[in-house]
């Protein structure tokens, strides 16, 4: 299954994740497809930028979100 996740980067005590689709049974920091967007925790304001137009295309064709990204897009 096609999923829709976040893969850590940054250095240590400082993430910094991007918003990325990938196949589910590949590991978190794995291969991935596409690169959509990005989450910066870290900011004062938690910065996280989505591209909408390619995550709702990815959604048509069938990808799941995880938790997390749906938590933090704000979507259901």
């Known amino acids: 299954m096609t999923m829709i996740r976040m893969t850590r980067m940054g250095r240590k005590k400082k993430p910094f994740y991007r ?3 990938t196949d589910s049974r590949k590991r978190r ?3 991935w497809i596409e690169s959509i967007g990005h989450y910066n925790p870290v900011s004062a ?3 996280l930028t989505l591209d909408e137009e390619r995550l709702n295309y990815w959604l048509s064709v069938g990808a799941q979100m995880s938790p997390t990204v749906k938590r933090i897009s704000g979507r259901k």
Do not use: F, H
Request: aromatic content about 0%.
């Open 19 to 21: 918003i990325v689709v």
């Open 29 to 31: 920091d794995g291969g």
């Open 45 to 47: 304001n938690k910065e």
